[in-house]
């Protein structure tokens, strides 16, 4: 993955390195420009926007976060759980219904040995949660 300013009208296609306030809405980062993104920071007088460029053996932080809350919690639902959306390379695991966070802090911290640029958050082990309410985050950096 590089980073780096790119004239905006070849920004289509990456991912916007940070947010940037426009006059319809915010673009936030991790957000991948679309032709129509790209049309309207040229509208707003951006010239040059920092994007991380993927390279062809680089998988997306959103695809990365997918994919690891997927392999961590294969049924969601049997654990009391549902997976948010994944978002600048973030997916919340909130909770489905009342309950306690029953937590594995062997396994957590293994998960967080495995590289640097991946982490599992948690609330502490017994919390009791209310449906809604994040129960653990898996980020990608």
Known sequence: MRFG???????AGHVLA??????????RKGKLLSAENVAALR??????????RLDPDDIAENAAA???AAALL???????????????????????GPGLARIDTARVNAVNRVHPMIT??????????????????????
Not at 5 to 11: G, L, N, R, S, Y
Not at 18 to 27: E, M, Y
Not at 43 to 52: C, K, P
């Open 66 to 68: 997918r994919q690891l």
């Open 5 to 11: 300013p790119v004239p905006v009208t070849e920004a």
């Open 43 to 52: 509208a707003a007088g951006w010239e040059h926007i920092t994007v991380a």
């Open 120 to 141: 599992l958050a948690t609330v502490p082990r017994w919390q009791r949660m209310d449906p809604g309410h994040m129960v653990a985050t898996v980020k990608i950096i």
């Open 18 to 27: 940070h947010s940037v306030q426009l006059p319809q809405g915010r673009l």
């Open 74 to 96: 294969p049924d969601p639902a049997a654990a009391g759980l549902q997976l948010s959306e994944a978002f600048t390379g973030r997916v919340n695991l909130l909770a489905a």
